[in-house]
C-alpha cells in the first residue's frame, strides 16, 4: 500500500526567507503524481503544485518549487520568499497514475509558521 | 464559475443520530471523493464514485455511507453517528486523469 510521510509536525520561517517542507512517499508504481496542498486557517484546500513522476524536471509555481528525487521517493517544497500568508498547514499528497481515479493519499500535515 | 459546496458548513449531533452531509459539484467531473480530516492523520479517504450508481469504500469507511444518483452529488450518510466520528469532512471531486481534485469548503461535524 502507498504511503506518504510528513516528518516535521510544525516548521518556521522568517518573513523573505526560504524555507524547505519534507516528504517522503512509499510505492511500487512508476507512474503516479505528487502534489502539495496548502490548508490555511479557512480550512480550504488549496493546490500549490504538481508533479509527474514521469517528468524529470522539477515544478515550480511562482515563489514555490519542489525537489523530486524519485529514486529517494523524496518530494520536498521549497518557499522563497515567504510571505506572511503563506502560513498554513502544508500537506503532501500521492495519487497512482495508472487508476485513474483521482485518489489521493495524504501526508499528515505540516505546520508552518512565518515570522514577520 | 464551476464550484463544489458543500452543507452544513457545521453540524452538531447526538450519538445515535442518522446525519447526511451534502456535496454538490457543478465541474461535471466524474470521480467524487469524501475525506475526513483529523489531528495527526492528515486526511483519509472514506468513499468514493467514478460516476452514476458507482460507489466504493475508502480506508476508513465503516459505520458511512455514500450514493450516487447523478453526476453533481454524493451525499455521505453517518447511519448512527458516534462520538469517534467527531471530525472536518471534505468533498473533492475530479476529472478522469485530469488533475488533482477539487475541494469543498469543509463541514465541521461534532457528535455529542
Known amino acids: 500500500a502507498q504511503t506518504v510521510t510528513q516528518s516535521q509536525p510544525e516548521m518556521s520561517v522568517q518573513e523573505a526567507e526560504t524555507v524547505t517542507l519534507s516528504c517522503t512517499y512509499d510505492?511500487?508504481?512508476?507512474?503516479?503524481?505528487l502534489f502539495w496542498y496548502k490548508q490555511p486557517p479557512s480550512r480550504q484546500m488549496i493546490l500549490v503544485i504538481r508533479q509527474e513522476a514521469y517528468k524529470q524536471q522539477n515544478a515550480t509555481e511562482n515563489r514555490f518549487s519542489v525537489n523530486f528525487q524519485k529514486a529517494a521517493k523524496s518530494f520536498s517544497l521549497k518557499i522563497s520568499d515567504s510571505q506572511l500568508g503563506d502560513a498554513a498547514m502544508y500537506f503532501c499528497?500521492?495519487?497512482?497514475?495508472?487508476?485513474?481515479?483521482?485518489?489521493?493519499?495524504f501526508g499528515q500535515g505540516t505546520t508552518l509558521q512565518v515570522k514577520p | 464559475d464551476a464550484e463544489i459546496t458543500q452543507s452544513p458548513r457545521h453540524k452538531i449531533t447526538e450519538t445515535g443520530r442518522q446525519v447526511t452531509l451534502a456535496c454538490h459539484q457543478t465541474?461535471?467531473?466524474?470521480?467524487m471523493f469524501w475525506y475526513r480530516q483529523d489531528l495527526g492523520h492528515g486526511l483519509r479517504l472514506i468513499h468514493y464514485s467514478y460516476g452514476v450508481q458507482d460507489t466504493n469504500k475508502g480506508e476508513v469507511s465503516d459505520g458511512y455511507s455514500v450514493s450516487r444518483s447523478n453526476t453533481e452529488d454524493l451525499p455521505l450518510t453517518l447511519e448512527s453517528a458516534a462520538s469517534s466520528q467527531t471530525s472536518v469532512y471534505f468533498c473533492a471531486s475530479s476529472h478522469h486523469r485530469d488533475g488533482p481534485g477539487f475541494f469543498g469548503p469543509g463541514t465541521r461535524l461534532t457528535v455529542l
Open positions: 510505492t511500487s508504481e512508476s507512474d503516479y503524481y
Open positions: 499528497a500521492y495519487r497512482a497514475g495508472s487508476s485513474n481515479t483521482g485518489k489521493l493519499i
Open positions: 465541474w461535471n467531473h466524474n470521480n
